[in-house]
């Protein structure tokens, strides 16, 4: 049997389904395939996730500049509890090379229009006492926050349910049915076809490569990575979103008094049971780099440890986003290298915009794939 849509998204995580909803409301019909659940995998898991420009590759600021202006109102416009804070966010550095950085990250930040502060010692202190004393300086983006991203990803999907969109879940895209220079339809694992009347976007994250794999080749690779949340502490020694220019280690705030602790350290998937497991040597790796900052951390008990979130990266660190050239009723984007989070609002926005009106926007050219080509 086969259902009829103008579009077809396969990936319910935060693209998928802030996508679906945009288009939606512009009047197109919608369908989104997820294989497993509604922001469960990337968009989903312990803690929060980071809305931040500081430090950010320049390709990605102008988006983080509009951004700013969605995410402290966005729960307003999907009609739930605020699910956002904007707490700032510091960027830490230790030895004169570390801060020479931040000086010209601080001159092209500002040049971007984003908002930034180049703290030294003594200013620093006075935000965040609790500093080890090995810190010197800091670069500072007050407009920086931090969502929680099962919370928002869920709102998406149903203001986009509300806006007529269907869900599939448990549906698993298996394979698309081609047509000389188009997609006709999206066959799933359970053998149903849903026509893409218009076009099909594919957000299936570490999905895409092997979505694609006839059409297009990808460079792109997959990596669990790793969170830690604590046991409640008497009192948490900072109040910012931190993170560090020189070591492997981002701390949040959460609830009860926890803090959260992430930045970019591995655990190990295992393909068989689609699962991922965090690694000793890891999750102490970064207990110990958050330890080095602020040192009032230290015996602190980690009660959540949590690997099992793929994200999918690429060589140049910023994602992909774009139209099969063959195939031009096919757009996908991949890629967030760690960082698609923020910038997600934003991206939804203008994808649902080119998919409707044919034209790329101008904050999407520089993830073309042909970056990567001459
Ligand atoms: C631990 C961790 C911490 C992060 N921290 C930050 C941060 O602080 N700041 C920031 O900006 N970004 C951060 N990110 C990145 C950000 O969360 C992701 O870039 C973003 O959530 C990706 O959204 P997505 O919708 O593309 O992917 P996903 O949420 O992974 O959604 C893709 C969906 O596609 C589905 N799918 C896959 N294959 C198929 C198929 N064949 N058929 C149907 N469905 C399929 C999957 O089940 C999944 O639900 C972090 C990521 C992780 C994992």
Request: some cysteine.
């Amino acid at each position: 049997m086969t259902e009829n849509y103008e579009f077809i998204v396969i990936g319910a995580g935060i693209y998928g389904a802030a996508t679906a909803w945009h288009l939606a409301c512009k009047g197109a019909s919608v369908k989104v395939l997820e294989a497993d659940d509604i922001g469960t995998r990337a968009s989903g898991g312990p803690g929060r996730r980071g809305v931040r420009a500081n430090g950010r590759d320049v390709r990605e600021l102008a988006l983080m500049k509009r951004a700013y202006a969605i995410w402290p109102t966005l729960h307003e416009t999907l009609g739930v509890p605020p699910f956002y804070e904007q707490c700032g966010h510091l960027l830490l550095a230790e030895s004169d090379t570390q801060v020479c950085e931040l000086e010209a990250r601080a001159w092209l930040q500002r040049g971007q229009g984003i908002e930034t502060e180049l703290l030294n010692r003594d200013e620093l202190r006075t935000r965040e006492p609790g500093l080890s004393h090995k810190i010197e300086a800091a670069l500072y983006c007050p407009q920086d926050g931090v969502a929680n991203h099962s919370v928002t990803t869920r709102a998406y999907a149903a203001a986009a349910i509300r806006a007529g969109v269907s869900f599939s879940t448990s549906t698993s895209a298996k394979y698309i049915e081609f047509n000389n220079s188009r997609a006709d339809a999206v066959i799933t694992a359970d053998g149903q076809r849903y026509e893409a009347k218009r076009g099909l976007l594919i957000v299936a994250n570490a999905g895409v490569q092997s979505l694609l794999a006839e059409i297009q080749y990808l460079p792109t690779w997959n990596e669990c990575l790793q969170v830690l949340i604590s046991a409640p502490l008497g009192f948490v020694p900072f109040s910012h979103l931190t993170g560090h220019i020189g070591r492997t280690v981002s701390l949040k705030r959460e609830g009860d008094g926890r803090v959260m602790i992430s930045g970019g350290w591995h655990g190990s998937w295992d393909p068989e049971t689609n699962q991922g497991y965090t690694i000793n040597a890891a999750v102490e790796g970064n207990v110990t780099e958050a330890i080095a900052i602020y040192p009032l951390l230290k015996g602190l008990k980690i009660e959540v440890s949590d690997a099992n979130h793929l994200e999918t990266f690429t060589p140049d660190k910023i994602p992909i986003i774009d139209q099969l050239r063959a195939h031009n009723n096919v757009w996908y984007a991949t890629g967030w290298c760690g960082h698609g989070w923020a910038i997600a609002p934003v991206i939804a926005e203008d994808l649902a915009k080119w998919m409707m009106d044919g034209e790329r926007p101008q904050h999407l050219e520089p993830f073309r794939i042909s970056r990567f080509t001459k």
